[in-house]
């Protein structure tokens, strides 16, 4: 299953982007989607994640400025608002592999540069 994450680019602090990842070639709803960054020198970070029963957790660097959200088909979005310099990074969605659940897919990267 291959993931496909898009929607990042270059933006001024203060502006918005949304994410989106599609995954929608696995057969079956995952439990777990989530989005994670790197930053150059830094290691991958959790941003956010939600269940299959909508739970959803943020990072406390992102609250109250992201929302992620899933659909039917497999799609997850990551709506990012007042975004700031240090939101710079490369973003990847994971999501869990319906049949093994210790088992999950990593979306290629989309790069989020916020410029100051």
């Known amino acids: 299953v291959q993931l496909q994450a898009s929607g990042g680019g270059l933006v001024q602090a203060g502006g918005s982007l949304r994410l989106s990842c599609d995954a929608s070639?696995?057969?079956?709803?995952?439990?777990?989607m989530g989005w994670y960054r790197q930053a150059p020198g830094k290691e991958r970070e959790l941003v956010a994640s939600?269940?299959?029963?909508?739970?959803k957790r943020y990072a406390d660097f992102v609250k109250g400025r992201f929302t992620i959200s899933r659909d039917a088909k497999n799609m997850l979005y990551l709506q990012m608002n007042s975004l700031q310099p240090e939101d710079t990074a490369v973003y990847y969605c994971?999501?869990?592999?319906?049949?093994?659940?210790?088992?999950?897919?990593w979306g290629k990267g989309t790069q989020v540069t916020v410029s100051s």
């Open positions: 994971n999501v869990q592999d319906p049949f093994e659940a210790g088992h999950y897919y």
């Open positions: 939600v269940t299959s029963g909508d739970m």
């Open positions: 070639g696995l057969l079956f709803s995952p439990n777990f």
